[in-house]
C-alpha cells in the first residue's frame, strides 16, 4: 500500500501544472481523498478535497484556480492548478483518511513557482 504523488515543476506565475496522485492497497479510500501542501517555514495545509460521490471543497486561497479530479479505475487522483502564484510554492501531497489513521504520508512533489 503507497501514495505516489508526481507533476511538480518549476513554473512562472500566472502557468499551470496538473498534479497525479495514485493511491493503491489498503489506502485507498471509501471516503474521499485530499490534497496538501507544505510552504516553506508553514504548516500542512489542506488545498482540495474530494469525496468518492464527486463532492469537492476548496480553500479559499485557491479556490477558482485549482480542480480536483479522480480516475476511479486508476486509483488517481488529480489536482489542475492554472494561474499559478508564487504563494502557491510548496511540496504537494495527497492523502485519504485511511492513510492519515496509519500516519502515513507519501514523498510528496514539489511545486516552485518563480519567473
Known amino acids: 500500500a503507497q501514495i505516489v504523488e508526481s507533476g511538480g515543476n518549476l513554473v512562472q506565475p500566472g502557468g499551470s501544472l496538473r498534479l497525479s496522485c495514485v493511491v493503491s492497497?489498503?489506502?485507498?479510500?471509501?471516503?474521499?481523498t485530499n490534497w496538501y501542501r507544505r510552504a516553506p517555514g508553514k504548516e500542512r495545509e489542506r488545498v482540495a478535497s474530494?469525496?468518492?460521490?464527486?463532492?469537492?471543497v476548496y480553500a479559499d486561497s485557491v479556490k477558482g484556480r485549482f480542480t480536483i479530479s479522480t480516475d476511479n479505475a486508476k486509483n488517481t487522483v488529480y489536482l489542475q492548478m492554472d494561474a499559478l502564484q508564487s504563494a502557491d510554492t510548496a511540496v504537494y501531497y495527497c492523502?485519504?483518511?485511511?492513510?492519515?489513521?496509519?500516519?502515513?504520508w507519501g514523498q510528496g512533489t514539489q511545486v516552485t513557482v518563480s519567473a
Open positions: 492523502n485519504t483518511p485511511e492513510g492519515i489513521n496509519r500516519n502515513y
Open positions: 474530494i469525496t468518492t460521490g464527486g463532492t469537492t
Open positions: 492497497g489498503n489506502l485507498v479510500s471509501i471516503y474521499g
